[in-house]
């Protein structure tokens, strides 16, 4: 059972624009919510992160989206350029501070 | 991240060999982790270890085996390698009072 889903798969993003990936979960005990980031041949590295009592946080150019009556969450790249052009992935994980639960990634590329 | 370190960082063994993988860690950090990550599949994880006295097994641990030798240490063996162990292994540590992981290089192994 995959208790956290992401799409798209993968996206293509013009310079200057949007990118959105989303992610939803099943386990309602889940109550943290991270955001990674890798580049090929490198480590995932924590990007932003939130926490269900938030709808929203942002922090430059990235923002999460947080609906829990949706058990959905969402990452924003505002103005994207060719730097974001990585593997993200979604995560989720419970209070007692147990491992991560992560998502299939996402392949963005952003096109200059 | 520079203070988790992964050797090797490439592996091409065969199958029935023996192999472990090390990881160390300069973060001060109780808590380690192994993940696996396959192309499509995201990161998976394997074992993971809250202090040097506890392990706990992952989602996919069957074949492989793990040992904390020191607050700072954590290995992890597969005693007779398969074909479809063929992936990325990632190490990563976190502090009890905080729930972002960070992760090792990785290390590229290839079980012919």
């Known amino acids: 059972q995959q208790q956290v889903k992401q799409s798209p798969q993968s996206l293509i993003v013009q310079k200057g624009g949007i990118s959105i990936i989303n992610c939803a979960y099943e386990?309602?005990?889940?109550?943290?919510f991270p955001w990674y980031q890798q580049f090929p041949g490198k480590g995932p590295a924590l990007l932003i992160a939130i926490r269900p009592d938030v709808s929203e946080k942002k922090e430059g150019r990235f923002t999460i989206s947080f609906n829990k009556s949706a058990k959905q969450f969402s990452l924003h790249i505002m103005d994207s350029q060719p730097g974001d052009s990585a593997t993200y992935f979604c995560?989720?994980?419970?209070?007692?501070?147990?491992?991560?639960?992560f998502g299939k990634g996402t392949t963005l590329s952003v096109s200059s | 991240d520079a203070d988790v370190t992964q050797t090797p960082r490439n592996r091409i063994t065969k199958t029935g060999k023996r192999i472990m993988l090390e990881c160390s860690q300069t973060k001060g950090h109780d808590r380690m982790y192994w993940y696996r990550q396959d192309p499509g599949l995201g990161l998976r994880l394997i074992y993971y270890?809250?202090?040097?006295?506890?392990?706990n097994k992952g989602e996919i641990s069957d074949g492989y085996s793990v040992s904390r030798q020191a607050q700072a240490k954590f290995s992890l063996s597969l005693e007779s390698a398969i074909p479809n162990q063929t992936a990325l292994y990632f190490c990563a540590t976190s502090d009890p009072g905080r729930q972002q992981q960070f992760f090792g290089p990785g290390t590229r192994l290839t079980v012919l």
């Open positions: 995560a989720a994980s419970k209070q007692a501070g147990t491992a991560l639960i």
């Open positions: 270890s809250f202090d040097v006295k506890d392990i």
């Open positions: 386990n309602t005990a889940f109550d943290y």
